[in-house]
């Protein structure tokens, strides 16, 4: 068996692979320039796909669509879902299709990141300040 391309190990182990639909096996990969919609199996939205593999240029998949089979098959990370984003699937496929990428899923991301950092610092801060006043409760000889 051929190794997969280092592009697409990256995209799976890093997390940006999402599934966008189970029942129509919808998926999108933030890839190196753009966010790329993909068919598990049958269709990518890249550049690439659309010149070499649609045409019958080449039999060679994009790393997109190889990214979703190591996710889809469990070899490679996890997919990661909208489900707790609050988005909508039709609008991220539309400006991954239109734009080349989805503006709001980076932007629920970015804001799912920073309030991730935050409940992090919120807890850290917590604990100090519990087991300061430990500390003060029960002084040390």
């Known amino acids: 068996m051929k190794r997969?391309?280092?592009?697409?190990?990256?995209?799976?182990?890093?997390?940006r692979v999402y599934l966008?639909?189970?029942h129509?096996?919808?998926?999108l990969v933030r890839g190196k320039h753009g966010d790329y919609v993909v068919v598990r199996g049958l269709y990518c939205?890249?550049?690439?796909?659309?010149?070499r593999v649609l045409p019958g240029l080449s039999d060679r998949l994009c790393y997109h669509i190889v990214a979703v089979e190591l996710v889809a098959r469990g070899i490679e990370g996890r997919a990661k879902r909208l489900r707790g984003?609050?988005?909508?699937?039709e609008n991220v496929v539309?400006?991954?299709?239109?734009?080349?990428?989805?503006?709001?899923?980076?932007?629920?991301?970015?804001?799912?990141?920073?309030?991730?950092?935050?409940?992090?610092?919120?807890?850290?801060?917590s604990r100090i300040?519990?087991?300061w006043s430990l500390q003060q409760s029960y002084p040390q000889a």
């Open 4 to 15: 997969p391309p280092s592009e697409a190990v990256a995209a799976a182990r890093e997390g």
């Open 20 to 22: 966008l639909d189970d």
């Open 24 to 27: 129509l096996d919808l998926w």
């Open 45 to 51: 939205s890249c550049p690439w796909f659309q010149a």
């Open 85 to 89: 984003l609050n988005l909508d699937v």
């Open 94 to 125: 539309l400006e991954a299709v239109l734009d080349g990428f989805s503006r709001s899923l980076r932007l629920a991301e970015s804001r799912a990141a920073v309030g991730s950092s935050r409940d992090q610092q919120a807890s850290l801060q």
């Open 129 to 131: 300040a519990s087991r």
